[in-house]
């Protein structure tokens, strides 16, 4: 377990176990009742989504339609791209207007390794979050994601409450 | 509605054939028709592009026609966008149809009607171009509400400020301010009002009652006519008036009321200000005292000049103007001496420096000056002023000064009760006793003895004529007790010229000029009358009306400082009429007296004969 485990500053306790809560895919109607409120009490404000903008980057239009349709829906700018190449360029356009990215991995053409790299080559976006979406439960898949540059590596299908919390964690100001 | 933007109309089908017929059938609407060949190209579509109605095929391959309208439906951007099914089974899906019926939902049955999918498809136009009109109009009204709002923010703002600099302003400037409610009775005042009134905020209720008992008793009917015909006549109002703070302080304001009226005679609001104008009031008063001040003196300077030129005797026209002259520079010079110290006093070895200037050019060491400083108080400076002269003068003509051999020494010491002064001649041996005791001596002992209560000792010798004036000290230098005279037996006073058996009527004289004294007397004296004085201070005054068998008086209005009144009382008293004189104007008579003839200085010699002589005189009440 050890070997995955990414290290980074922790601000709070809250934070730290939704973190652990996340990354051993807990669901939080499972943790010990004294632990939900903490949780809770973090996610039952949108404060820190409201207002930002993601970039969707996905060639399927139905995943695409359905993730914008979560985030808008908590008060969340959505900019889409179904192509890696797309996705560079709205970046580009964009002068620091987007604070997050969510990026599926299979996508034909280029793919997500490949396009988390051109966009971290470019020292505006060496610090900007972006998140994994990749359908592959294999071994080994999560490292690759993180050796490429991610930020984080989620599982498809993607569970809502998951997603948000990870967005949560990473748009906190 | 040409002139309107064409909206997109979203057709989804996955038969292009299909596509290709409602694009026929609604071609005519003029709108712009977006093809899309499956679900997932329609939601793609949905994410760029504004969609006004979607059109959906139910029956497509990889998502059916109501799976997309689920998903559509749950993206918040196209809760209400408008979809219009197009579908060959008809009554068992209008169910289905209704769970989603929250938006705009239709359906089209096969086969397709093109004026019924027409109509329909150009009514949800409709709607969706009305709505986005509304959404437009609601954001312009947020738009100017925010604007409206951030103004009135911003005015609310300065008026803040200005209220607060306008505080700050009045308080600085010793004002206050305050409204008052007619109907309520009670005052609203600033920071400034209470200090002015000097009263605390927490502790002083300021309803009418509290703040009518501030103002001084005889201002608050003056005041509440003020109020009374503001509101009467809704013009508002300005007066001066007192207060009495709780401290005792009284303070001098200047309030304004001004009216809030809705109409005529309605009154809302009375709302005015207050200065402090204590500091302005004093002023004027110190202004109209000194300008009574400069003209009392000046009266009194030519009345002066008046007696000096009548009491002067000369051979010759031409020792007239010189003696004239000399007496009038020395009064001059010993005013100049006054003025220099603001009527304080003059200091006694100036004024004998200035005096004896014009003999020391002669010859330098015929005249010795030697005594402590004194400082002379102004109406002895100008006693001793002439005194010195008429000394000098005399020198000159025919003393130590007549000749080159000839020497004066004048020195004074202050002994514990007197100031004693010596002038001395020597080196004449042709000196005389003047065969004349001229004006020059007589002058000399009525200022000295009968203004400043001294004693002249003039001696005669070979060597010339050595004069020695005792005066006391409390006559002509300023003392803690300065101002209270002792009435003692002892201020005796002269009476030069009193005859010892009066043959006509007598007259009571009080003077305190000397010269203007004499004149008077001598005026008197030519009219026929027995003169009782001159008399120059109030003590001796009092004690020749309460004891001399007197048929009437003359009074100096103000004797020595004093007023005369205490002796004006005791002659009305006794029945004995008298006629008052005076260097100030008529308004300082004391209005129990304002029947009493008044003679200004410098009195006419015509006008007092007629007052004494044309009527006879009567007793005041």
């Excluded at chain 1, 979050?129 to 993607?158: F, Y």
């Excluded at chain 2, 290709?20 to 028709?33: A, D, K, P």
């Excluded at chain 2, 400034?192 to 005889?218: E, M, P, S, W």
């Excluded at chain 2, 300023?478 to 006073?493: H, I, M």
Aim: proline share 4%; net charge negative; glycine share 6%.
């Amino acid at each position: 377990m050890a070997r995955s485990i990414v290290v980074k500053g922790v601000e709070s306790p809250e934070r730290l176990l939704d973190e652990t809560a996340l990354f051993l895919h807990h669901v939080v109607t499972d943790l010990p009742a004294e632990k939900q409120p903490m949780l809770e009490r973090l996610h039952s404000s949108d404060e820190d989504l409201m207002n930002q903008t993601v970039l969707l980057v996905d060639d399927d239009a139905r995943n695409i339609f359905a993730l914008s349709s979560v985030l808008e829906r908590r008060g969340m700018n959505v900019l889409t791209a179904t192509t890696g190449r797309e996705a560079i360029s709205i970046l580009e356009q964009s002068q620091n207007e987007v604070s997050l990215v969510l990026m599926d991995i299979m996508m034909p053409e280029m793919d997500g390794y490949e396009t988390i790299n051109v966009i971290r080559k470019n020292p505006a976006f060496r610090r900007l979050p972006i998140l994994a979406l990749t359908a592959k439960a294999m071994k080994g898949d999560r490292e690759k994601c993180l050796e490429a540059g991610a930020s984080d590596c989620l599982a498809k299908p993607v569970n809502t409450e998951q997603l948000l919390s990870a967005l949560r964690m990473w748009l906190h100001r | 509605m040409a002139s309107e933007e064409k909206v997109n109309i979203l057709m989804v089908d996955d038969q292009p054939g299909k596509l290709l017929s409602y694009e026929v059938i609604l071609g005519e609407l003029g709108e712009n028709l977006i093809r899309a060949g499956s679900a997932a190209q329609a939601l793609e579509y949905l994410l760029k592009t504004e969609i006004a109605v979607i059109l959906v095929d139910v029956c497509m391959p990889d998502t059916d026609g109501f799976e997309l309208m689920s998903m559509i439906r749950e993206h918040p951007r196209f809760q209400k966008t408008a979809i219009i099914f197009i579908s060959a089974v008809q009554l068992a899906d209008v169910d289905h149809l209704r769970a989603y019926a929250m938006g705009a939902v239709d359906y089209v049955p096969v086969t397709v009607v093109p004026e019924v999918l027409r109509a329909k498809v150009k009514v949800f136009v409709e709607l969706y171009r009305k709505t986005r009109k509304l959404e437009s109009f609601n954001r312009e009204l947020e738009r100017r509400v925010a604007e409206c709002t951030a103004a009135l923010e911003a005015s609310n703002a300065q008026l803040m400020e200005s209220e607060r600099r306008r505080s700050l302003a009045l308080t600085a400037g010793n004002m206050g301010s305050w409204d008052l409610d007619p109907v309520g009775g009670d005052y609203i005042w600033d920071e400034g009002q209470y200090r002015l009134y000097g009263v605390d905020r927490k502790t002083f209720v300021a309803d009418i009652k509290n703040v009518h008992n501030l103002v001084h008793l005889n201002d608050r009917e003056a005041v509440e006519e003020t109020m009374r015909r503001a509101i009467a006549t809704g013009e508002g109002g300005q007066m001066e008036f007192r207060i009495l703070r709780p401290d005792g302080e009284q303070r001098w304001c200047l309030g304004t009321v001004a009216v809030t009226s809705e109409a005529p005679g309605q009154v809302l609001r009375l709302s005015g200000c207050t200065v402090d104008i204590t500091e302005r009031k004093l002023d004027e008063e110190r202004q109209v005292l000194l300008a009574r001040e400069v003209d009392h003196r000046a009266k009194n300077a030519l009345a002066v000049v008046q007696s000096l030129v009548r009491l002067t005797r000369a051979e010759t026209i031409a020792d007239f103007v010189q003696a004239v002259d000399g007496r009038v520079r020395a009064l001059a010079s010993v005013h100049t001496l006054l003025s220099e110290s603001r009527w304080v006093g003059a200091s006694l070895r100036q004024l004998v420096e200035d005096e004896m200037a014009p003999y020391r050019t002669r010859q330098s060491g015929q005249i010795s000056i030697d005594g402590p400083p004194i400082l002379l108080l102004p109406a002895a400076a100008q006693t001793f002023a002439l005194a010195l002269h008429e000394l000098a003068t005399n020198a000159a003509k025919y003393g130590a000064l007549s000749i080159n051999v000839g020497h004066v020494k004048l020195k004074w010491e202050l002994k514990a009760k007197n100031l004693v002064l010596i002038w001395e001649e020597t080196g004449c041996a042709a000196v005389y006793e003047p065969a004349r005791k001229g004006f020059g001596l007589t002058v000399i002992k009525a200022s000295i003895e009968g203004q400043l209560g001294g004693k002249v000792t003039p001696e005669w010798s070979l060597e010339g004529l050595r004069c020695t004036f005792t005066i006391p000290r409390t006559k002509i230098m300023r003392t803690p007790d300065q101002n209270k005279r002792p009435r003692s037996a002892d201020d005796k006073f002269a009476l030069p010229h009193a005859p010892e058996e009066p043959a006509g009527r007598r007259i009571l004289l009080a003077e305190d000029e000397v010269l203007v004294g004499r004149m008077v007397h001598d005026m008197l004296v030519d009219f026929g009358f027995n003169v009782v004085g001159p008399i120059t201070d109030l003590a001796g005054a009092l004690s020749a009306a309460e004891n001399a068998a007197l048929d009437g008086a003359v009074l100096d209005v103000n004797l020595g400082g004093e007023l005369i009144y205490p002796v004006a009382k005791v002659l009305s008293a006794r029945g004995i009429p008298f006629v008052f004189v005076t260097g100030y104007d008529g308004d300082s008579i004391d209005e129990r007296y304002a029947e009493v003839p008044l003679l200004r200085k410098p009195i006419e010699p015509q006008l007092l004969q007629g007052l004494l002589m044309a009527r006879p005189l009567t007793a005041v009440a």
